[in-house]
Nanobody
C-alpha cells in the first residue's frame, strides 16, 4: 500500500511562490496517476492539477493554469506542485492524491484512492 505525505506549506504574501512536495512510500508509486487538490472550510475538495504515470502529460484547473506546475520524479517517489503568483484565494489545505486507471482528465476527488494528510497554504494580501 502506498502512503503519501505532503510538505512545504506555509504563510506567504500575494505574488510569492511556494513549492509543495509529496513523498510516497512503497514501490508502486509509478503506477499511479498523481494529483493535487485543495480544500477550504465548508467547501468541497477542489481539483488543482494531475499528472500521468510518466510525468509527461499534465492537466490543470482553469483557476491555476499558467501559475502552477505539477511534476513528478518516479525514481524519488515524489510529486511536486510549484505555485507561482499566489493569490489570497489560493489559501487552502492542499492534498496530494493518487489514483489508478487510464483517463487523464479526472478531476473528481472520489476517483482518487490515495490521500495525504494535507498541508496548509495561506496567502496574505
Amino acid at each position: 500500500q502506498v502512503q503519501l505525505a505532503e510538505s512545504g506549506g506555509g504563510l506567504v504574501q500575494a505574488g510569492d511562490s511556494l513549492r509543495l512536495s509529496c513523498t510516497a512510500s512503497g514501490r508502486l508509486f509509478s503506477t499511479y496517476f498523481m494529483g493535487w487538490f485543495r480544500q477550504v472550510p465548508g467547501k468541497e475538495r477542489e481539483f488543482v492539477a494531475t499528472i500521468n504515470r510518466n510525468g509527461d502529460i499534465t492537466y490543470y484547473a482553469d483557476s491555476v493554469k499558467g501559475r502552477f506546475a505539477i511534476s513528478r520524479d518516479n525514481a524519488k517517489n515524489t510529486v511536486l506542485l510549484q505555485m507561482n503568483s499566489l493569490k489570497p484565494e489560493d489559501t487552502a489545505v492542499y492534498y496530494c492524491a493518487g489514483r489508478l486507471g487510464f483517463d487523464m482528465q479526472v478531476t473528481s476527488a472520489r476517483a482518487y484512492e490515495l490521500w495525504g494528510q494535507g498541508t496548509q497554504v495561506t496567502v496574505s494580501s
